[in-house]
């Protein structure tokens, strides 16, 4: 079992950056591959980015392919999302998950979900 809480999300300038932290307890935390999920009002959910267990294997959407980095110290049970040149479309509640039961870039496996945090990119 492990319980994901995100944080860091606010309101940044378009072209501003933000970092999200996804901070996990639980046991063996190196088990669990970790992904960012984002709802938008208007928009139908979006799976983000998505590290593997040891942080060897990272995916993102097109959508933020280039601007959006997910990274994992396992030493500090965190993972973080670095976004930078944010764009307008990139405002929603962001969340963080968790799984250990598939391969981490399957949305569907994920499990264990946190309660969101809001970034707002004003134009």
């Known amino acids: 079992q492990v319980q994901v809480v995100e944080s860091g999300g606010g309101l940044v300038q378009a072209g501003g950056s933000l970092r999200l932290s996804c901070a996990a307890s639980?046991?063996?935390?190196?088990?669990?591959?970790i992904a960012w999920s984002r709802q938008a009002p208007g928009k139908e959910r979006e799976f983000v980015a998505a590290?593997?267990?040891?942080?060897?294997?990272?995916y993102y959407a097109d959508s933020v392919k280039g601007r959006f980095t997910i990274s994992r110290d396992n030493a500090k049970n965190t993972v973080y999302l670095q976004m930078n040149s944010l764009k307008p479309d990139d405002t929603a509640v962001y969340y963080c998950?968790?799984?250990?039961?598939?391969?981490?870039?399957?949305?569907?496996?994920?499990?264990?979900w946190g309660q969101g945090t809001q970034v707002t990119v004003s134009s």
């Open positions: 639980g046991r063996a935390f190196s088990n669990y591959a």
């Open positions: 590290i593997s267990r040891t942080g060897a294997g990272t």
């Open positions: 998950a968790a799984q250990s039961g598939s391969t981490y870039y399957t949305p569907r496996s994920y499990n264990y």
